[in-house]
């Protein structure tokens, strides 16, 4: 193995008043879902919101001085390049983080702040590395590598030495990008209790660590809401680690972690973006292999989107019931409108937004199509509106399907 628990515990030692000592949280409300005895480690409440901090600081301060003076680098478009902007400033070391062209501008304004100077580079990560590479050959910068280096990752194994402090669990669950995270937490837990089981979740798009162990042609690519493990071939040191201590790995879907998103906000109160909740998909999609376990779960960031994360919960109402849109058919004559009104408040339905639509080709001229978006308890509900509006005579149909069909 290229790294040890003396390795994580020296981390520890070395990073200890620089980083945040997350706090562990139970989680009451996934208990009841899973029917395990769940808590989280809340790294999402790091200096920039992830897991990130540890490794990128305890890389930084493994250099020499001569190192140090001539700077950093890193390749990175989201997490990774905060971690290092962050700590390299707090030290008074120049950093540098490669960033694609396609990157988002709050990210690349999020790291500026920091104080790193940002390079815009190449239309994907591979090209924007192939660049770091240039200017580390020409300036002699340090790489400060995301996962695939001894000493990131014993910084992220720093987590499961607090994780096992407070507790004694059965088993830990932890997010796969590149490895490093699992790799440290894996080493430092099996030392610690050999009987513990580890189990990784990798996005369904992303399955390149299970497809790396199980000797298949890479397969990632696509869109994906947990970018976070959106890495399309896993670490080398990395993953002999994972092969060896790693029960097994988890796919999850979009709509999983989505879904687990939303639980995390509305169930437990907990900000966190989607790498950060694929623990908890893959908890909710294999419930009966955690039933009465005490699983400890890493949630790994929570630097997510404001308008992503608006637009999981409404979607979340959509699927629940819980919001729906209506189209339903009225005579285009005074007092139409009110009497569909009065018979969704009856019902005990909230109206959100109206749209009255006359111009519609199948809709007879002295006919109109009223959208209505409605806030209502559950789909029960939804279904009780619609027998009231036929109960008054109205033809009406749902046009947010995810709710189901009525």
């Known amino acids: 193995m290229s790294l040890t628990l003396d390795d994580i515990r020296a981390a520890a030692n070395a990073i200890r008043d620089q980083v945040v000592h997350t706090p562990m949280v139970r989680a009451f409300r996934l208990d009841a879902l899973s029917g395990a005895e769940v808590a ?32 950093v680098i890193a390749v990175s478009a989201g997490n990774h390049a905060q971690g290092v902007a962050y700590h390299a400033g707090r030290l008074g070391i120049a950093a540098t983080i490669v960033m694609p062209k396609p990157t988002p501008f709050v990210k690349i304004e999020a790291t500026e702040a920091l104080g790193a100077t940002v390079v815009l580079e190449g239309e994907d990560l591979s ?22 280096d001894a000493a990131v990752m014993a910084g992220q194994g720093t987590i499961a030495l607090e994780m096992l402090a ?6 830990l669950i ?6 490093g995270l699992i790799g440290g937490i894996a080493t430092a837990a099996k030392a610690l209790r050999p009987g513990i089981e580890i189990y990784g979740v990798e996005a369904a798009l992303y399955p390149s660590m299970s497809d790396a162990i199980a000797g298949r042609e890479p397969r990632a690519g696509g869109n994906t809401l947990a970018e976070g493990i959106a890495v399309k ?6 993953r002999p680690i994972v092969e060896a201590l790693v029960t097994e790995i988890f796919l999850v879907s979009e709509a999983a972690i989505e879904r687990a998103v939303q639980t995390l906000v509305e169930s437990e109160k907990i900000v966190a973006e989607g790498a950060g909740a694929a623990g908890v998909a893959a908890l909710l999609d294999n419930a009966e292999r955690f039933k009465g376990r005490k699983v400890g779960l890493v949630i790994s960031g929570g ?22 849109k209506l189209r339903i058919k009225i005579g285009d004559v005074p007092g139409a409108l009110a009497r569909v009104a009065q018979i969704i408040g009856a019902s005990g339905a909230n109206i959100i937004e109206v749209y009255h639509q006359r111009m519609h080709y199948d809709v007879p001229v002295t006919m109109a199509d009223l959208d209505v978006m409605v806030e209502t308890r559950n789909r ?8 009231a509006l036929r109960a008054a005579g109205y033809t009406a149909r749902l046009l947010s399907e995810s709710t189901g069909g009525n």
Not at 166 to 171: Q, R, T, V
């Open 233 to 238: 071939r896993p670490g080398r040191l990395t």
């Open 174 to 179: 932890v997010p796969i990008g590149g490895g």
């Open 40 to 71: 989280l480690k809340l790294e999402n409440r790091q200096h920039t919101g992830s897991f990130k901090d540890r490794g990128a600081l305890n890389k930084i301060l493994s250099l020499s001085e001569t190192e140090r003076a001539r700077g």
């Open 166 to 171: 407070s507790a004694d669990f059965d088993c």
């Open 127 to 148: 090209q924007a590395a192939d660049h770091a590479a240039r200017l580390i050959a020409e300036r002699h910068f340090t790489l400060i590598p995301p996962y695939d």
């Open 303 to 324: 630097n997510i989107d404001s308008r992503v994360l608006a637009s999981i919960l409404m979607r979340g109402l959509a699927r629940d019931g819980r919001l729906a």
């Open 380 to 387: 029960q509900h939804v279904t009780e509106l619609f027998q």
